[in-house]
């Protein structure tokens, strides 16, 4: 079986998000370039990898998978064995379903509010493009709402599902990293204890090898 291959860019938020957990297993991998400027991403080879023509997709041998989060699982439980941090707590019902809940938190309440605001307001304008201000407006009012919740949780727990590190925090980075080189970092301070747990997280060398391949923040 050949090494496993993440198809897209590496300073795309989704495949940010896949390359961190291969990171934190040392995987072995290599990233495939889906170019957007020809419309790669629309070709047959890409839409059978992933149907609806996004990247990432992933390959491992003769499986073929997209979904970011769904990438991320396949291979933390693939590595299971270094997966030092048992970033899933697949042996723990009551743990690993924390880890769920605050993954499908972060997937259908933070990701839908923080991802357009860090692209509109950040990537956007890093490739020639305009940010929708309109649109990082009325995603910042949500935003504080969401994060009224997240400093309830941080003030009661260490990290989201618990006292313990997990995908469900990891998958918060690449939104997040980006939005804290946006004018809007800020908003932030009215969360302390998001701040520090979002502090604390950045430290971990699987988020910088992954920050690396980015758009430089600074
Ligand atoms: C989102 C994929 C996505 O939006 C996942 O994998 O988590 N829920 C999916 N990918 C974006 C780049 S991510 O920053 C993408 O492929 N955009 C190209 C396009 O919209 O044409």
Redesign the pocket.
Known sequence: MGVMKVYGVAR????A?VIVCLEEVGADYQVVPVD?AVGE?KTPAHLARNPL????AFEDGDLVI????TISKYVLRKYKSSNTDDLLRENNLTESTMVDQWLDVEAHHYDPIVFPISYNAFVLPKIGGIGDQKLIDTNLEKLKTILEVYEGQLSKTKYLAGDFVSLADLSHFPATYYFMATPYANLFDNYPHVKAWWENLVTRPSLKKAAASMFPVA
């Open positions: 795309y938020m989704s495949v998000r957007f991403h023509g996004l990247i990432p997209f979904e970011s989060r």
